[in-house]
């Protein structure tokens, strides 16, 4: 008994000897990892990756498909440095801290042409023409070159763009379609953007952007779609940046560890302040800028390596006023204010096994518009009088199934929008209807009309939309497939169900370049907010009207430097105000109700194409450069008479050259000339009274004369520059430096006109 206790006291001694030992030698290795991308956030494979001390290699890999990489090393007592070089990039080296736990190192590689007897190679840019991804330095610097250094749709130049009104707007259209917005895989709606100018979070808190300009998947409810999409850095991080220009203030910051983070962004613009601070006029009439602020918070817990649960918060506060003396010659001001408030709140839950992936989302979002004027004079009463508001709690559910076999992709999923409610309240007095930034502030044809039937209106009820969806994509070689279908359904529509499908065909005509058909249908219900055309109308007669339809042909070819696209588009099922010239009056001689009412009998047909040149390093290392021509002719069918579509630009030309001046400093240019687009001219005052033009003669030429004038060519040259000195950037940029007059609105007593020159000072801080 005494031995074996002997023997196991040795034992235990040898064991406390030992264990220290081991213990100290294990905190002396390191395991490094990480994943190296390019400057849109795509995997580099096959990049090496090396340890050195100082000019000896300790140990190396290649990344993997993914762009991942995993090192072990000794780092005790050593200056190490971590070495990444990949053909067509630019090589990156960063001192590995002296860590005896786990390192993190997340590289993006700038792309090099590299010239090898007159052969340059370089990342594979030929993309899916359809899908524009943005990473966030992308983003960010792309922006800056806009007039709100942090708006992210300030970013898109692509030639198929018209913009609503200004054209610091963000009311942007691709050929009839407004683009839904995603964040995080959510559906937010369209026009997200507060009169024009800021787009929900800053580019500051956005990962990536995709940009879908023609066709999208099933996932995806229109033809055109930008998703964003913000970081979930697990990893141990502190950070922070700070963006102040003339034009808004943001601050933002990140901390996190391996198992949790917490992200958020404060905004506010500044320019509406300068404005009147410096009293700032113009000899032009303009529409003033807009008081903004938004708020956003995004935090995750990593519950395991499969599972992610995340939540976001967003709170947007826009408010707008102006007197329109400011914005048009007249006696008679108006008084004019607009004001949003928008809250969401959504929890996202992800898990991610071997061949499958599994996300789940769910929001509420709860939102409030109004729009006032007044007239400043008692003896103007009788003319206008506005007040409208809309108040709204929407429920959001997303569930997406994503199934991975060899090289085949499945992708199942079903999105839920309820509006449990919505109510609208609406007085209103010889409005035209449209919205504030339509090209044309004509009233209606039969205003009066429109004054008797629908002068004050309200309306409270729930909304419910629903979507399932399916697609398959084929990795056939140099082929590659993409089916899908989409089951829409609208609760308060007369014709609920609707199906719609996709189809593209990829064709990889070499290593650099790809061929693409495309051809899809997709459906919309028409209620949007109120300061979209004819809401009021829409509302009141929602069970009579049937979805949007949307049929897209588009063909397109591609490669590392040209682009070339052509399509057909059209849409149907438009609401169209439409009068009954059968049932003008009741008995008693007064106005029948269903006089004027709304049909679902609109049409708009677009046609046309786009051909551009991008080449980084043109003609010499310093400059990068693109080129673009864009022809689309587009038309409307209003009560069967054809006339041009409100943004019908047929020609548009984008040119965009940067400088680099040294490694530091590079400015550049851009010049935009396009058609002007089409608007009404002010109808002359009748000689007699409405009821006497209640007839189908008198409508048809009226249509006839809607959009037949044009604006004046629209011209704009924007010069911009940038500085990085360490963790600060210095930008600046002016807008419209010829100060070109160009009209946007034809009002009654004339034309209002977008910005004119317009300068831009910006400092960007990261710590």
Same mark, same amino acid.
């Given at each position: 008994?005494?031995?074996?206790?002997?023997?196991?006291?040795?034992?235990?001694?040898?064991?406390?000897?030992?264990?220290?030992?081991?213990?100290?030698?294990?905190?002396?290795?390191?395991?490094?990892?990480?994943?190296?991308?390019?400057?849109?956030?795509?995997?580099?494979?096959?990049?090496?990756?090396?340890?050195?001390?100082?000019?000896?290699?300790?140990?190396?890999?290649?990344?993997?498909?993914?762009?991942?990489?995993?090192?072990?090393?000794?780092?005790?007592?050593?200056?190490?440095?971590?070495?990444?070089?990949?053909?067509?990039?630019?090589?990156?080296?960063?001192?590995?801290?002296?860590?005896?736990?786990?390192?993190?190192?997340?590289?993006?590689?700038?792309?090099?042409?590299?010239?090898?007897?007159?052969?340059?190679?370089?990342?594979?840019?030929?993309?899916?023409?359809?899908?524009?991804?943005?990473?966030?330095?992308?983003?960010?610097?792309?922006?800056?070159?806009?007039?709100?250094?942090?708006?992210?749709?300030?970013?898109?130049?692509?030639?198929?763009?018209?913009?609503?009104?200004?054209?610091?707007?963000?009311?942007?259209?691709?050929?009839?379609?407004?683009?839904?917005?995603?964040?995080?895989?959510?559906?937010?709606?369209?026009?997200?953007?507060?009169?024009?100018?800021?787009?929900?979070?800053?580019?500051?808190?956005?990962?990536?952007?995709?940009?879908?300009?023609?066709?999208?998947?099933?996932?995806?409810?229109?033809?055109?779609?930008?998703?964003?999409?913000?970081?979930?850095?697990?990893?141990?991080?502190?950070?922070?940046?700070?963006?102040?220009?003339?034009?808004?203030?943001?601050?933002?910051?990140?901390?996190?560890?391996?198992?949790?983070?917490?992200?958020?962004?404060?905004?506010?613009?500044?320019?509406?302040?300068?404005?009147?601070?410096?009293?700032?006029?113009?000899?032009?009439?303009?529409?003033?800028?807009?008081?903004?602020?938004?708020?956003?918070?995004?935090?995750?817990?990593?519950?395991?390596?499969?599972?992610?649960?995340?939540?976001?918060?967003?709170?947007?506060?826009?408010?707008?006023?102006?007197?329109?003396?400011?914005?048009?010659?007249?006696?008679?001001?108006?008084?004019?204010?607009?004001?949003?408030?928008?809250?969401?709140?959504?929890?996202?839950?992800?898990?991610?096994?071997?061949?499958?992936?599994?996300?789940?989302?769910?929001?509420?979002?709860?939102?409030?518009?109004?729009?006032?004027?007044?007239?400043?004079?008692?003896?103007?009463?009788?003319?206008?009088?506005?007040?409208?508001?809309?108040?709204?709690?929407?429920?959001?559910?997303?569930?997406?199934?994503?199934?991975?076999?060899?090289?085949?992709?499945?992708?199942?999923?079903?999105?839920?929008?309820?509006?449990?409610?919505?109510?609208?309240?609406?007085?209103?007095?010889?409005?035209?209807?449209?919205?504030?930034?339509?090209?044309?502030?004509?009233?209606?044809?039969?205003?009066?009309?429109?004054?008797?039937?629908?002068?004050?209106?309200?309306?409270?009820?729930?909304?419910?939309?629903?979507?399932?969806?399916?697609?398959?994509?084929?990795?056939?070689?140099?082929?590659?497939?993409?089916?899908?279908?989409?089951?829409?359904?609208?609760?308060?529509?007369?014709?609920?169900?609707?199906?719609?499908?996709?189809?593209?065909?990829?064709?990889?005509?070499?290593?650099?370049?790809?061929?693409?058909?495309?051809?899809?249908?997709?459906?919309?219900?028409?209620?949007?907010?109120?300061?979209?055309?004819?809401?009021?109308?829409?509302?009141?007669?929602?069970?009579?009207?049937?979805?949007?339809?949307?049929?897209?042909?588009?063909?397109?070819?591609?490669?590392?430097?040209?682009?070339?696209?052509?399509?057909?588009?059209?849409?149907?099922?438009?609401?169209?105000?439409?009068?009954?010239?059968?049932?003008?009056?009741?008995?008693?001689?007064?106005?029948?109700?269903?006089? $004027?009412?709304? /049909? @679902?009998?609109?049409?708009?047909?677009?046609?046309?194409?786009?051909?551009?040149?991008? !080449?980084? =390093? %043109?003609?010499?290392?310093?400059?990068?450069?693109?080129?673009?021509?864009?022809?689309?002719?587009?038309?409307?069918?209003?009560?069967?008479?054809?006339?041009?579509?409100?943004?019908?630009?047929?020609?548009?030309?984008?040119?965009?050259?940067?400088?680099?001046?040294?490694?530091?400093?590079?400015?550049?240019?851009?010049?935009?000339?396009?058609?002007?687009?089409?608007?009404?001219?002010?109808?002359?005052?009748?000689?007699?009274?409405?009821?006497?033009?209640?007839?189908?003669?008198?409508?048809?030429?009226?249509?006839?004369?809607?959009?037949?004038?044009?604006?004046?060519?629209?011209?704009?040259?924007?010069?911009?520059?940038?500085?990085?000195?360490?963790?600060?950037?210095?930008?600046?940029?002016?807008?419209?430096?010829?100060?070109?007059?160009?009209?946007? $609105?034809?009002? /009654? @007593?004339?034309?209002?006109?977008?910005?004119?020159?317009?300068?831009?000072?910006?400092? !960007?801080? =990261? %710590?």
């Amino acid at each position: 008994m005494n031995r074996i206790l002997s023997t196991i006291t040795v034992l235990l001694a040898l064991l406390m000897l030992w264990a220290p030992t081991s213990h100290s030698y294990a905190k002396q290795l390191a395991a490094v990892t990480g994943r190296i991308t390019d400057s849109d956030n795509q995997p580099v494979i096959g990049a090496s990756v090396i340890i050195l001390s100082g000019e000896d290699i300790l140990t190396g890999v290649s990344s993997d498909t993914e762009g991942r990489y995993f090192l072990k090393i000794d780092s005790s007592g050593k200056v190490l440095k971590l070495r990444v070089s990949a053909v067509g990039f630019v090589s990156q080296t960063v001192r590995i801290k002296e860590n005896r736990g786990n390192l993190k190192y997340n590289l993006r590689l700038e792309t090099q042409a590299v010239e090898l007897n007159s052969i340059a190679v370089r990342p594979d840019k030929a993309n899916n023409h359809r899908e524009i991804c943005y990473s966030s330095e992308k983003l960010s610097h792309n922006a800056r070159r806009s007039l709100v250094p942090t708006n992210p749709v300030g970013a898109l130049r692509e030639p198929a763009i018209s913009r609503q009104g200004s054209s610091h707007s963000s009311q942007i259209r691709i050929n009839g379609t407004n683009p839904y917005y995603y964040l995080n895989g959510l559906l937010l709606g369209a026009d997200p953007d507060h009169y024009g100018m800021f787009t929900i979070i800053p580019t500051s808190i956005i990962e990536e952007m995709k940009f879908y300009l023609q066709g999208t998947s099933a996932r995806y409810a229109l033809p055109s779609a930008i998703e964003l999409t913000t970081p979930t850095p697990f990893e141990a991080h502190r950070k922070f940046e700070f963006n102040f220009s003339s034009i808004e203030a943001t601050g933002v910051g990140s901390v996190g560890s391996d198992k949790t983070f917490l992200t958020a962004s404060v905004r506010k613009s500044l320019l509406d302040k300068l404005v009147e601070q410096f009293d700032i006029s113009s000899d032009r009439k303009t529409l003033p800028p807009t008081n903004f602020a938004d708020f956003f918070m995004s935090a995750g817990v990593k519950l395991s390596p499969r599972y992610r649960l995340m939540a976001d918060r967003y709170y947007v506060r826009d408010y707008l006023s102006y007197n329109t003396e400011a914005a048009v010659d007249s006696d008679e001001n108006v008084r004019t204010f607009q004001h949003t408030d928008e809250n969401y709140t959504a929890v996202r839950f992800d898990a991610v096994y071997e061949k499958l992936l599994l996300k789940f989302s769910a929001a509420q979002r709860t939102g409030y518009k109004e729009y006032h004027a007044v007239p400043e004079t008692e003896n103007a009463k009788e003319k206008v009088y506005l007040d409208l508001s809309e108040g709204s709690r929407t429920n959001l559910v997303n569930v997406q199934v994503v199934w991975f076999h060899k090289k085949n992709q499945l992708e199942i999923g079903d999105q839920l929008e309820f509006e449990s409610f919505h109510e609208i309240n609406m007085a209103q007095r010889n409005w035209n209807f449209l919205s504030p930034f339509a090209n044309s502030d004509n009233p209606y044809i039969y205003q009066q009309a429109l004054n008797t039937t629908y002068g004050t209106y309200y309306n409270r009820e729930s909304l419910h939309n629903n979507a399932v969806y399916m697609s398959i994509k084929r990795d056939w070689g140099r082929f590659e497939t993409e089916t899908g279908f989409r089951l829409e359904y609208f609760k308060y529509l007369a014709k609920r169900c609707h199906p719609v499908w996709r189809q593209s065909v990829v064709f990889k005509t070499s290593e650099q370049s790809r061929l693409e058909l495309f051809y899809g249908t997709f459906a919309e219900s028409p209620v949007n907010n109120i300061l979209e055309p004819y809401q009021v109308l829409i509302n009141a007669h929602l069970n009579d009207l049937h979805p949007i339809k949307t049929q897209l042909v588009s063909i397109s070819w591609a490669n590392d430097m040209f682009e070339a696209s052509l399509f057909n588009k059209k849409i149907t099922g438009l609401p169209t105000v439409t009068p009954d010239f059968e049932q003008v009056f009741n008995k008693d001689g007064s106005l029948d109700n269903d006089f $004027i009412s709304v /049909a @679902s009998t609109g049409e708009e047909h677009f046609y046309g194409g786009f051909l551009s040149f991008e !080449k980084e =390093r %043109f003609l010499t290392d310093r400059v990068d450069f693109r080129v673009s021509y864009a022809y689309t002719r587009a038309h409307k069918l209003d009560n069967g008479v054809n006339i041009p579509y409100d943004l019908n630009a047929p020609h548009k030309f984008q040119a965009r050259i940067d400088y680099r001046i040294s490694r530091k400093f590079d400015i550049g240019g851009e010049f935009q000339i396009r058609s002007g687009y089409p608007y009404t001219p002010a109808r002359p005052m009748l000689a007699y009274s409405e009821p006497e033009t209640y007839n189908k003669d008198y409508f048809t030429a009226a249509v006839e004369q809607e959009n037949s004038e044009q604006f004046p060519t629209y011209l704009s040259l924007n010069l911009y520059g940038n500085y990085k000195w360490d963790n600060v950037e210095i930008f600046f940029g002016v807008n419209n430096v010829t100060n070109h007059a160009n009209p946007i $609105i034809n009002a /009654a @007593s004339g034309f209002v006109y977008d910005a004119g020159i317009l300068p831009m000072l910006g400092i !960007k801080w =990261r %710590f």
